[in-house]
């Protein structure tokens, strides 16, 4: 993180509520360019509705959201790849019928300019170039993620561990400069675990990716991310790095009751 | 069950790899087949030529479908509708002057533009809402073909002119056969191009997850809208054909039974297979003259004179489409073109099973 340059991504004053329910209440946070940023917080806590505030989803009821200095409260969900955030989601999200290769591809959307007239005549307008084109970036990723084996196969018929793999795929097809990734590692094995934390960091050392995540794993968070975002009941409880913010009495209140101010911080660090 | 590819063909280019036919067998089978439905006209009767003719301008109205229904995850119920119209339409710039060649791809378009107006809802609309609106699409274009006398005909219906090329009149089946080859296989050509390439990928897209297509930057609407304009071409082009195949036109043909079995044709075909939509309306077509073959068959016999074939063969037919459908929905949701890779499947792993 350096100190002084302008955030890539900030939100000012997030509200979000659903009827009676407030989801969020005046959420502020920045996330600066090049850190891996989380957003832990218990169930029901609000954050997922905050990435689904950043990524479009949901507009916020107050507030705004800006992305590299641009307001991008209201544009649309489908205007995000193009802003320059991508995102993976909680409950896997991919196109099951279509294989691997297609689902990676269609993060390729907004970079791949020819429409239905041109696919139509593919040899002729110029459509073949472009997929080609993509295809050999495409397989990059795929390289990176190590899910070769699987390119043709539809990925609905792909084992739980591999879809996550893929969804990632997709989204760092979308060549995201803010990456949001909701749970990526929920449901994992330890390997998986592990696996995937150096993925998230390849991606953000080399591919120079910002990346945003929601993440419950506390081992994971203290040892990957630069900056924790802790929301409690729709409030922001606390912003700052993970050894610090894990240590604030009201987070612990928040994550283990009002008895146990007197825990230990690695008790904390590895509780679920 | 994934793509498979005989040992020992490696692909060395990622052009190699996105070919439509990936093996050499199934370009040479490409090829044959094509040669062999050229070599049609001269081997086939009459009767079965026209068959092969209809099969052709119901499969390219039956791909449009599938494309709305199989590729999209939309539906519609007006399908019939827009076919008609692609065929009033057809003999309308044919009576302009506009010479019937041309006049077919126009019809086409002029197809696109009310499908697309009717398309509007489906931007928002799904399921059975969907269903709703395409149902009152297809009343209004009927009531619209019952009354606009300038357009339909009206009772009378619509004489059209065979199409002609360069002084040659292709009014014949054998000759006719050709245009309707040459649409067939360009419209199956420009879909299959479609499918594999950025917007095909959109529409599967919004099908499978539209709420994670919209945040890979799909715009639903857009997709959704386009779907039903292409589907429209696919029905007006159909219909044009069969327009000027027949060289007469009613309104009476296109009722909501034609666009049911237009349903049929891709559910039985299977949905989002783009050689399904041939299959099916091959299985759609055939499936009444082995319905009389059977009739026939059985002539005088016990089961003959006990049911009445003969005075009921009209109503034997719609059951056996009836029943058709519902032995597929429940024995082979995917259709032929699953069965059909499976037999591909089983011909190349004998005597092993996978």
Redesign the interface.
């Known amino acids: 993180m350096i100190a002084g340059a302008p955030p890539i991504l900030e939100a000012v004053g997030i509200s979000l509520r659903f009827g009676g329910v407030a989801a969020l209440r005046e959420v502020s946070f920045a996330v600066q360019t090049g850190e891996v940023f989380s957003i832990i917080g218990p169930n029901g806590a609000g954050k997922t509705s905050m990435v689904n505030c950043i990524?479009?989803?949901y507009r916020p009821s107050e507030g705004s959201i800006w992305f590299e200095g641009r307001d991008i409260t209201r544009p649309?969900?489908?205007?995000?790849?193009?802003i320059g955030i991508?995102?993976t989601?909680q409950n896997l999200?991919?196109?099951?019928?279509?294989t691997v290769l297609?689902n990676i591809?269609?993060?390729?959307?907004?970079l791949?300019r020819?429409?239905?007239l041109?696919?139509?005549?593919?040899?002729i307008g110029g459509?073949?170039r472009?997929?080609?084109a993509h295809?050999?970036e495409v397989?990059e990723i795929i390289d990176f993620l190590d899910i070769q084996h699987v390119r043709?196969?539809?990925a609905g018929t792909l084992p739980y561990g591999l879809r996550k793999r893929v969804e990632l795929a997709?989204a760092v097809a979308?060549k995201p400069k803010l990456l949001l990734l909701d749970e990526p590692m929920a449901g994992m094995n330890l390997e998986e675990k592990e696996d995937m934390a150096r993925c998230i960091l390849d991606l953000n050392e080399e591919w120079g990716m910002t990346v945003l995540m929601i993440e419950h794993d506390m081992g994971v968070v203290m040892d990957i991310s630069q900056r924790v975002l802790v929301l409690d009941f729709g409030r922001k409880l606390a912003e700052g790095p993970p050894e610090v913010v894990l240590t604030d009495p009201q987070v612990r209140r928040a994550y283990l009751g009002g008895a146990s101010d007197g825990a230990p911080a690695g008790e904390l660090a590895t509780a679920p | 069950m994934s793509v498979m590819t005989p040992a020992g063909d490696y692909r060395e280019s990622y052009h190699a790899d996105m070919c439509i036919f990936p093996t050499r067998n199934s370009r040479w089978a490409m090829l044959v087949g094509l040669a062999l439905c050229c070599a049609a006209p001269l081997v086939l009767d009459r009767y079965a030529l026209s068959l092969m003719i209809n099969i052709g301008m119901l499969g390219i109205a039956a791909l449009g479908l599938n494309i709305l229904v199989g590729f999209t995850g939309q539906i519609s119920i007006g399908h019939a509708a827009f076919f008609g119209f692609g065929a009033f339409a057809s003999a309308g710039f044919a009576d302009l002057g506009v010479p019937v060649l041309l006049a077919m791809p126009l019809a086409a378009l002029a197809t696109t533009a009310v499908g697309l107006v009717f398309g509007l809802p489906a931007a928002r609309l799904k399921g059975l809402y969907l269903v709703i609106a395409t149902l009152a699409a297809q009343f209004i274009l009927e009531d619209f073909f019952a009354r606009a006398q300038w357009f339909s005909g009206g009772v009378a219906g619509r004489v059209t002119d065979a199409p002609n090329l360069f002084g040659v009149a292709l009014d014949t089946d054998a000759r006719y056969f050709y245009v309707v080859l040459l649409w067939v296989v360009l419209s199956f050509c420009a879909v299959a191009n479609l499918v594999r390439t950025r917007d095909g990928r959109a529409l599967i897209a919004v099908r499978d997850h539209y709420l994670s297509a919209e945040m890979m930057g799909v715009d639903l609407a857009y997709y959704r809208t386009l779907s039903f304009g292409i589907a429209s071409f696919f029905a007006g082009l159909g219909g044009a054909l069969y327009a000027h195949y027949l060289r007469f036109v009613s309104v009476e043909a296109f009722t909501i039974l034609f666009s049911i079995q237009f349903l049929a044709m891709v559910i039985i075909g299977g949905l989002g297979s783009v050689m399904g939509s041939l299959l099916g309306t091959c299985f759609m077509v055939l499936l009444p003259e082995v319905v009389q073959a059977v009739a026939d068959a059985l002539q005088g016999g016990a089961i003959d004179r006990a049911l009445k074939l003969g005075s009921s063969i009209a109503f034997l037919r719609e059951m056996t489409i009836g029943a058709a459908i519902i032995l597929f929905l429940v024995f082979e949701p995917e259709g032929l073109a699953r069965r059909w890779r499976l037999i591909k499947a089983y011909w190349k792993l004998y005597p092993y099973s996978y």
């Open positions: 990524s479009g989803r649309p969900a489908n205007r995000r790849p193009a991508g995102r989601f999200a991919l196109f099951s019928h279509m297609d591809m269609v993060g390729r959307h907004h791949l020819r429409g239905f041109s696919g139509m005549a593919y040899w459509a073949q472009d997929e080609i295809r050999g397989e043709k196969a539809p997709r979308v």
